[in-house]
């Protein structure tokens, strides 16, 4: 999908307005809203809307799940709702738990700059594989170079914190950013400093907590400054006056705190593993995708992210960053067994994607909907785990997901590969573990063709639906758009029209039409619910060359005119005009058949829904 403005608007409406929408963030595949009111959500329409994967609630978020290019959908999802995340929230704000409040802000400040991070480390990670094959040195200047360019987003991440979460408790975030480059200045970094016979030396470069309570402390007071104080003067004298107060106070009493949390949490972490690296292991990489579905894994990310930033070697990032394999061999494995062309192609994106370590297609698509194969990839999980606690595997630097995460554990230190090959170690020998077991147990949800053809004789048929065009009937498979290829927002055919005019296929009421004139939604009066779609992408002519007959909420007769579209034009101007025919409530059935002819006349039966 190139154009989102549909999809966004769709999202949008069922997320209860924009009035509804309180803030919204993204990660690397979610939406994350915070809403007034969850109970105005329409999770099934969400659900079975073509770009949408999923919708989830945790931690006080609604999350709806788009793939790797939800910072594309969340940019229209922004301009056509005007949402601005440093409004304040309306008045009928619902009352957040204190986990749910915590996990709200902790994602809001560390999601936008994850992907940077992940960035940089990879940076790091190249720079130290390229001088350790010998091609440069690390004296020389293209090594200074690229590794600055890698260290500078943790060295100076107080600054991006500080804009961050001034941004998430609405606050001035370049107000923020200030407070951050205050602790970073190198004046006060890793020096003596005396405040009234208190001696304190104290390194704030490369931290992540100190410049968040600072800026959290700092939030009310602006907020009071900015109240009380004269209209005249209060645009610079309010950020004077937060500066020479919170940063005193966060400088010698809330950063020393905050770095002795961070300890405390680093800590706990290692003594976990050093209680047992091999249960520890077991145990984080076993559930670790469970996490993941809960949307709760960056928080648990925390502490070890603080570890690298702080330049100690972490053995929980290694497990989680590997984790993602295990569930990628279940859908490999998954690939070569089933013989249901459909999953194939739903599994065949969903692998490729979890190679870069984005598994949410092969978790919602793919593994979860057949639970005994999502077990298998938590085992599989608990697997690459005890490996990484048996050969002491660490992460060096952040890197990406996936493969990309790989440079992360190249040691710089050790001159050598080692912890390089363990980590390819736990990758192979859990995948291997994974992969095995789902072959071996899996098996097709759907029973052998010939054995299919003769139940669906004894079966009645509940509805019949005649061609609304005139044309070629093409399988879903073939579409250029994945999500009808792949039956996304449920099963049915396709026509590839010999003329402009579209049909009602049955007796019912026009559900939706849609504002571009380019879709068509319709309840049949027997409870089948159809989504007829002229075109592919046709969505991006806005309502050019179509002309609809009917509006939402009318009845409508099989064989009634619909619409009217100009076939030459639409393919002239470079648009296919294969049109879906979907049964969006495909669960309702148990099976949906088409009649096996290779062109349909309209009124023509093409589609017989199954009990």
């Not at 069922?14 to 959500?41: M, P, W, Y």
């Not at 006080?60 to 922004?78: A, E, F, S």
């Not at 809001?108 to 700059?113: K, Q, R």
């Amino acid at each position: 999908m190139s154009n989102y403005n549909e999809l966004a608007k769709i999202i949008i409406d069922n997320v209860g307005g924009k009035e509804n929408i309180i803030s919204v963030i993204h990660c690397v595949t979610r939406l994350r809203f915070q809403l007034a009111d969850e109970s105005k959500v329409n999770d099934e329409v969400l659900k079975n809307t073509d770009g949408v994967v999923t919708v989830m609630r945790s931690g006080g978020q609604y999350q709806v799940v788009i793939g790797t290019h939800v910072p594309d959908v969340y940019k229209v999802v922004c301009e056509l709702a005007g949402i601005s995340n440093e409004n304040k929230p309306p008045e009928n704000t619902k009352k957040m738990t204190f986990m749910e409040k915590f996990f709200d802000i902790v994602s809001g400040i560390m999601l936008p700059s994850i992907a940077l991070l992940s960035a940089s480390g990879i940076i790091k990670g190249l720079n130290i594989l390229l001088e350790l094959t010998g091609l440069y040195s690390v004296e020389s200047s293209i090594y200074v170079l690229f590794n600055s360019i890698g260290d500078a987003i943790f060295y100076f991440f107080p600054i991006i914190l500080g804009y961050n979460t001034a941004k998430k408790v609405r606050m001035n975030p370049y107000l923020g950013m200030v407070i951050g480059a205050v602790l970073c200045h190198p004046a006060i970094n890793g020096v003596d400093m005396n405040f009234w016979g208190y001696k304190m030396n104290i390194t704030y470069t490369s931290s992540m907590l100190p410049v968040i309570l600072i800026v959290l402390l700092a939030a009310p007071l602006e907020k009071f400054l900015i109240e009380k104080l004269p209209k005249s003067i209060k645009s610079f004298t309010a950020p004077m006056l937060v500066l020479m107060i919170a940063i005193p106070i966060g400088y010698i009493l809330v950063g020393p705190l905050a770095n002795a949390i961070g300890g405390i949490l680093g800590n706990g972490i290692n003594a976990l593993f050093l209680l047992s690296p091999v249960l520890a292991g077991i145990i984080i990489g076993a559930f670790w995708q469970v996490f993941v579905l809960f949307g709760v894994h960056i928080v648990l990310m925390m502490p070890s992210i603080m570890n690298i930033m702080a330049g100690e070697p972490d053995m929980f990032m290694a497990i989680v960053k590997i984790v993602s394999f295990a569930q990628i061999a279940v859908v490999l494995a998954i690939l070569f067994k089933t013989k249901d062309k459909k999953l194939r192609e739903i599994s065949i994106p969903a692998f490729i994607s979890g190679i870069f370590g984005v598994t949410e297609p092969a978790i919602y698509g793919v593994t979860l909907p057949r639970l005994k194969m999502f077990i298998i990839s938590c085992i599989g999980g608990g697997v690459a785990g005890g490996i990484v606690g048996l050969l002491n595997v660490k992460v060096y630097t952040m890197g990406g997901m996936g493969i990309f995460a790989l440079p992360g554990n190249i040691d710089p230190a050790a001159n050598n590969f080692n912890n390089l090959i363990n980590t390819l170690i736990a990758i192979v020998v859990s995948s291997a573990v994974a992969f095995l077991l789902a072959f071996i147990l899996f098996k097709d949800d759907k029973i052998e063709e010939e054995i299919e053809e003769e139940i669906l004789t004894d079966m009645t048929p509940t509805e019949i639906l005649s061609s609304p065009l005139k044309g070629i009937i093409v399988p879903l498979s073939t579409l250029s758009d994945d999500a009808f290829a792949q039956e996304v927002m449920g099963k049915g055919i396709a026509i590839d029209p010999s003329e402009g005019k579209l049909y009602s296929p049955c007796d019912g009421t026009i559900m939706t039409v849609f504002p571009t004139k380019h879709a068509i939604g319709i309840i049949s009066d027997q409870g089948s619910e159809i989504l007829i779609h002229i075109g592919v992408d046709t969505v991006r002519l806005e309502g050019k060359y179509f002309d609809t007959k009917i509006q939402s909420g009318q009845k409508v007769k099989k064989g009634e005119l619909l619409a009217i579209f100009d076939s030459d034009a639409i393919r002239q101007a470079g648009y296919s005009l294969e049109t879906p025919i979907i049964i969006t409530n495909t669960k309702d059935y148990s099976d949906i058949v088409s009649n096996g002819e290779q062109t349909a006349e309209v009124g023509d039966a093409i589609l017989t829904l199954m009990i």
